[in-house]
């Protein structure tokens, strides 16, 4: 068993390395090659509102996806007993990942209109849901197929409204991804090892990607990427992040369920919630972009771009050791961890604010100097 251990996480390593140098090679050809793909609309003004005045081609995600589908030709040669369970899981988030891909492509390409765009959001959770990839929290199917149809559709749109900065999108998705990694490990999920190849293949992408997207960026994910990851991070985090339930209870739903993806999930989160609740005060949509994002507050307290960066890495890095311990059980649950896990969220959305406030003003008075 430990040969076959060893033999696992070598394998794993290669394939990481690989996996990030296909991803630097791929995004290194289409950086020579081309310079205006996702980059503006056929009016001329660029498709997503972003913090760099500079035109970069959006074509980062076409080779996050080139490394998913090698992913999964590598999972097709693996020894495995197979079971009509795990296949289904896996060809759903194959399929709802490549229907994310494509609508990205389009938004990209054409900039797509809201209520398609929403309509194939919402396929890619009835996808999963058809798949058994879905949020079980209270043994109801209907209050289940809603909040994972929330999640799914608002975690896309979260992750596509963080893409906003060079950089943060990317490793925000990589610090995710690396606890979905640690808990798979240390869970012992049932043939994990099929999951751990997919996930240490977006992180590899992702990881040669990073030379490009950090700042000053040469190139950005665009809507095709960020899409992707997007639906990518709600199938795999409904699989190994909402599991954590006490098995026998007979509450209708368990606040412990909610606390690993809402600490792991903790960047995008506040941010989305941030836009959100400030869009909806000024009586503006909350879908329309601008750059009232944390990461935009951060940079007019005096942040440098990398700095921002670095400091939204560091917060959702300091939740990694707290779930390992809820999932190793090495800290008992109890009213009291709930009531700590939720109270960390909400200090860190509180603190936000503050620096949101603070920003705003600096930057408010900064522009009406003559």
């Known amino acids: 068993m430990m040969a076959d251990d060893q033999y696992i996480a070598t394998f794993l390593a290669l394939f990481f390395l690989i996996s990030a140098f296909f991803s630097f090679l791929i995004n290194w050809l289409f950086f020579k090659f081309s310079f205006n793909l996702g980059a503006r609309n056929s009016d001329g003004t660029t498709t997503q509102v972003r913090w760099s005045a500079n035109v970069k081609p959006a074509i980062g995600g076409i080779s996050f996806f080139i490394v998913f589908l090698v992913s999964i030709s590598i999972i097709g040669t693996l020894p495995r007993q197979t079971s009509y369970l795990l296949d289904k899981h896996l060809i759903g988030i194959i399929a709802s990942s490549s229907l994310g891909f494509l609508l990205g492509l389009a938004d990209d390409a054409y900039n797509t209109n809201p209520l398609a765009k929403f309509i194939t959001q919402l396929s890619c959770a009835f996808i999963l849901i058809i798949s058994d990839v879905y949020i079980k929290v209270s043994g109801n199917p209907a209050f289940d197929f809603a909040i994972t149809t929330i999640w799914v559709i608002g975690l896309m749109n979260s992750i596509n409204m963080l893409d906003n900065m060079d950089a943060i999108t990317t490793t925000i998705s990589m610090s995710i991804i690396l606890g979905l990694i640690s808990v798979v490990a240390i869970s012992g999920h049932t043939l994990s090892v099929f999951y751990l190849v ?64 809402m600490l792991f999930f903790i960047v995008p989160l506040i941010d989305t919630m941030t836009v959100t609740i400030r869009r909806l005060m000024r009586k503006q949509s909350p879908f329309v972009g601008g750059k009232d994002h944390i990461t935009h507050h951060l940079a007019y307290l005096g942040l440098s771009d990398k700095l921002v960066a670095l400091t939204l890495i560091a917060v959702s890095l300091m939740s990694l050791p707290a779930v390992l311990f809820i999932v190793e059980h090495i800290v008992e649950w109890t009213w009291v961890t709930t009531f700590v896990a939720f109270a960390y969220f909400g200090i860190m959305f509180l603190l936000f604010q503050v620096l949101y406030n603070v920003g705003n003003k600096k930057h408010q008075a900064k522009s009406k100097l003559p």
């Open 198 to 261: 997919m996930l240490v293949g977006v992180f590899g992408t992702l990881t040669g990607f990073l030379y490009f997207n950090w700042n000053p960026s040469k190139i950005y994910m665009g809507d095709t990427g960020s899409q992707f990851l997007g639906v990518f991070l709600a199938s795999t985090s409904i699989l190994f992040f909402w599991g954590f339930r006490d098995e026998g209870s007979t509450e209708f739903i368990q606040l412990k369920q909610f606390v690993v993806p």
